[in-house]
């Protein structure tokens, strides 16, 4: 079996070119979407996610603003910005880049976000809705997985579904929503005693470990829809997944690329939740063009 592969990048081509229509329809009507990021410390692989993420706003009509902090910022001072932010008419999305300083508090940053611009889905009240199964900003990797197992006609209701990983952006919020749709979930660490009998009776296998390439064939059921969120460097410069993609293209039924797979969902989800979010503004009558 040759698996199919799941395009990340042709389909967020048009899931923006939706968003892209939504956005000027919001901003002929007086509220343009906008989107703040800060970025706090000189993390590189952080100031790479930042850039993409502010060019396919300027590429989908939302507007963005930027602000960088130094690594030696105070937790007072990226407190001070949420809470402008939150009270800003023109910003509907607020985005924390992570990891923060050391001396920063994740927990007390993401909790200080107004719930109702949180885009990334990390405040604990947004975690929270998803638990309960209430609308919400889901976070947005394990969001744009759905999207791709959806677009691809996979049924989830009754399958077994296994999540290899359980960090609280990625593997925790991914096997709540799969749970939400009525999938039999497994969920897998570094602790699991057998990863591959879990993983072989996988129906939808999402894997999102850090660890290059560590799921082979043999630990795949064939005809299984693979979903792989790992993005990993290698020695010799070239990105690769969690999944070995060569070997399993071989056995599952469906597979994404890395690159060309999660990654450019993980960012349209962002948009998504940010042009939601300046509809749902707008109908309160909360949102403002002041860009
Ligand atoms: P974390 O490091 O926070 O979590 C990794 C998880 O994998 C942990 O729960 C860990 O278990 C588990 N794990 C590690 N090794 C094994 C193993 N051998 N067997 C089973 N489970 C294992 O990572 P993230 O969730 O933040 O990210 C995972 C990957 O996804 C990374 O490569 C990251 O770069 C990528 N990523 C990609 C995104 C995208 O847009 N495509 C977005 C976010 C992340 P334990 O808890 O027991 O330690």
Redesign the pocket.
């Known amino acids: 079996m040759t698996a199919r592969i799941i395009d990340g990048i042709a389909l967020s081509a048009s899931l923006r070119a939706q968003l892209k229509e939504e956005a000027a329809a919001l901003t002929a009507n007086g509220c343009r979407p906008g989107l703040a990021v800060i970025l706090a410390g000189d993390d590189p692989a952080s100031r790479v996610y930042v850039r993409n993420k502010i060019k396919a706003c300027a590429e989908t009509g939302i507007h963005s603003e930027l602000y960088e902090l130094p690594a030696t910022v105070e937790e007072s001072q990226v407190l001070d910005r949420i809470r402008a932010l939150n009270a800003a008419p023109h910003v509907h999305g607020i985005l924390v880049q992570l990891p923060l300083p050391r001396q920063v508090d994740e927990g007390k940053v993401l909790e200080t976000l107004a719930v109702a611009k949180d885009v990334d889905g990390f405040h604990v009240q947004n975690i929270g809705s998803l638990v309960v199964g209430k609308p919400g900003f889901a976070p ?2 394990p969001a ?1 997985c759905m999207v791709m197992i959806d677009h691809i006609g996979c049924a989830v209701e009754g399958r077994d579904a296994v999540v ?8 925790k919020p991914m096997a709540l929503m799969l749970l939400q749709r009525s999938a039999t979930v497994t969920v ?5 005693a057998d ?1 591959a009998a879990h993983t072989r009776r996988a129906d939808i296998l999402v894997v ?4 290059a390439r ?1 799921i082979g064939a043999d630990m795949v059921k064939p005809g299984a829809v693979v979903i792989d ?4 460097r290698l020695a010799d410069g070239k990105l690769a997944g ?1 999944v070995d993609f060569d070997a399993v293209s071989t056995r599952a039924g469906w597979i994404t690329p890395v690159p060309g ?3 450019p ?3 349209t989800m962002l948009l998504a939740n940010t042009v939601r979010s300046a509809r749902m503004h707008a109908a309160q009558g909360t949102g403002t063009a002041a860009v």
Request: aromatic share 0%; glycine share 22%; hydrophobic share 35%.
């Open positions: 947005c990797t744009g290899v990983g359980r960090s609280n952006i990625v593997g897998c660490t570094s602790r699991t990863l999102a470990t850090g660890k560590m969120v790992g993005i990993n969690d797979g999660v990654g969902m993980t960012i």
